[in-house]
């Protein structure tokens, strides 16, 4: 595994009553360069816990020399986003996990349309900075609520112009996909973060008007979902771990000492996939397969069964 | 493409005779070698019966549209394309020169090759001699003389998609090259 990296928090900026931005900075040494669309993972000393929450940088790739995010609180957090929200100060020093990317910018592609639903628009901060640097064709769409969950938008208007198209539900604007995917030109790519509905509209959207999956990009975003309490237990020692119902599995497998291989903690990227033996498994992932289902599960994000014990083949 | 669609993976391509399912599209083009042919035919009435706009373009045997010249028929389908909206799909329908002359031609104009059916008519196909670079149309023959270097040439199995063409190697060790250089 790679090495944690130690930061500090150099600034807080409240951008909404719901957003708040994050600047870290390295405490000693460079931070490593990430590319456009990267994430890190967060490390949260919730007490008692042992939380990591996965965001995307947001700055410009090419000015690697700090990292920033933006979080939104979440009304069912589990207590990441309350934590930095509330307890994180300026000064504080954070570790992160290095970036990763599971949502890269295509080099094939000759114009890129990006679609943002809220918080969704972090990553999209990244594209910008890169592809204005490339001297690329790309337009943003990005729908959001005024005042809530529109963090950024002022600031993308002046900076991209007619390229910038906002939809703010608190005015009554709709985001009408079935207008934004018509008439692209042949080389163009979507790529689209936000939550699952603006997702699923996205890929549906494009898949009717005849867009090649490989031109459609997505992340979804969201942590794991609180669920019931049950048991792990692993095969080769016989341990048992209980996992809280705000726990996920995978956290309840690090705090027992067990490290399972990980990127993207949302169910997407697959990394984490671990065998199981016996047990009835919560499946919440959009990544295995139905086959796949019956052998293993993804625990950053499923569960066993509400007070069921679930058997893992580790 | 229709060889992916089968779940092969193997270097010949493997055509469909029409494709099977019609997939959803904003709008179709249609690019046959030969619109007098019966699968052309065919495939022009499944297209129309599925409902977004189509546009045929045909090098032969159509009096609208006809070309009649590979290189008009280049030039007319580049320009459509370059006003094509993404969710266009192409549907190319002759025999394996001609459907990976114009594959080529459309990826490179923006379309995946996703995005690209082939429907393969007659039997001509390309081979690229690998002694010598020369390209040369062929039948089913699996055995030739190149007619660049006179090698005589097994055609194998071999199929480069960005050349459209099989790879043709010398035959015989003993006999490396041409006749007339041997």
């Known amino acids: 595994m790679n090495p944690l990296l130690d930061v500090e928090v150099k600034t807080i900026r409240q951008l909404t009553p719901l957003v708040r931005e994050f600047t870290f900075a390295a405490v000693d040494g460079k931070l490593p360069r990430f590319s456009a669309g990267s994430h890190v993972q967060v490390h949260l000393p919730v007490p008692g816990r042992a939380l990591r929450n996965a965001y995307s940088l947001l700055g410009d790739p090419s000015e690697p020399s700090s990292y920033r995010i933006a979080v939104r609180l979440q009304d069912d957090s589990r207590g990441g986003s309350r934590f930095l929200h509330e307890q994180v100060k300026e000064g504080d020093r954070l570790q992160l996990s290095p970036p990763a990317n599971l949502f890269a910018p295509s080099s094939q592609a000759r114009h890129h349309v990006l679609v943002a639903g809220g918080i969704g628009i972090t990553p999209f901060l990244a594209y910008i900075a890169e592809l204005e640097r490339r001297g690329a064709s790309f337009e943003l769409h990005y729908a959001c609520r005024g005042g809530l969950t529109d963090a950024y938008r002022a600031e993308l208007a002046e900076r991209l112009g007619e390229r910038f198209h906002a939809y703010d539900a608190a005015a009554g604007r709709r985001l009408d996909l079935g207008e934004a995917l018509a008439e692209r030109p042949l080389g163009s790519h979507v790529y689209v973060c936000g939550p699952q509905a603006l997702i699923d509209d996205v890929r549906e959207t494009a898949a009717r008007l005849g867009w090649a999956d490989k031109r459609v990009h997505w992340e979804a975003f969201a942590a794991a979902e609180p669920g019931s309490p049950f048991v792990a237990e692993l095969a080769s020692s016989g341990k048992r771990i209980e996992v809280p119902g705000d726990t996920s599995l995978l956290e309840a497998l690090e705090q027992a000492g067990v490290e399972v291989p990980n990127l993207c903690r949302g169910g997407v990227c697959g990394q984490c996939t671990t065998p199981f033996l016996k047990g009835e498994v919560e499946h919440r992932d959009s990544y295995l397969s139905e086959e796949e289902r019956t052998t293993a599960l993804m625990p950053c994000v499923s569960r066993g069964r509400c007070g069921s014990t679930l058997t893992l083949d580790l | ?182």
């Open chain 2, 1 to 182: 493409m229709s060889h992916e669609a089968a779940g092969t993976m193997a270097s010949k391509p493997v055509y469909a005779p029409l494709p099977e399912t019609i997939l959803p599209a904003s709008r179709r083009l249609l690019v046959v070698q030969n619109a007098t042919l019966q699968a052309a035919a065919d495939l022009h009435e499944r297209l129309q019966s599925a409902g977004q706009p189509l546009t045929m373009l045909s090098l032969q045997g159509d009096a609208g549209q006809g070309c009649n010249d590979p290189q008009m028929l280049e030039t007319k389908l580049r320009d459509l394309l370059s006003w094509s909206p993404v969710g266009t799909r192409l549907y190319v329908c002759g025999d394996e020169s001609f459907l990976w002359q114009v594959s080529a031609l459309a990826r490179n104009a923006g379309l995946l090759g996703e995005e690209i059916e082939l429907i393969k008519t007659g039997e001509r196909r390309e081979m690229y001699c690998v002694h010598c670079s020369t390209r040369q149309s062929i039948g089913a023959e699996g055995e030739t003389v190149c007619t660049g270097c006179g090698v005589h040439l097994l055609v194998r199995d071999h199929f480069s998609q960005r050349l459209g063409a099989y790879m043709g190697v010398c035959i015989d060790p003993d006999h490396p090259h041409g006749e007339d250089k041997a």
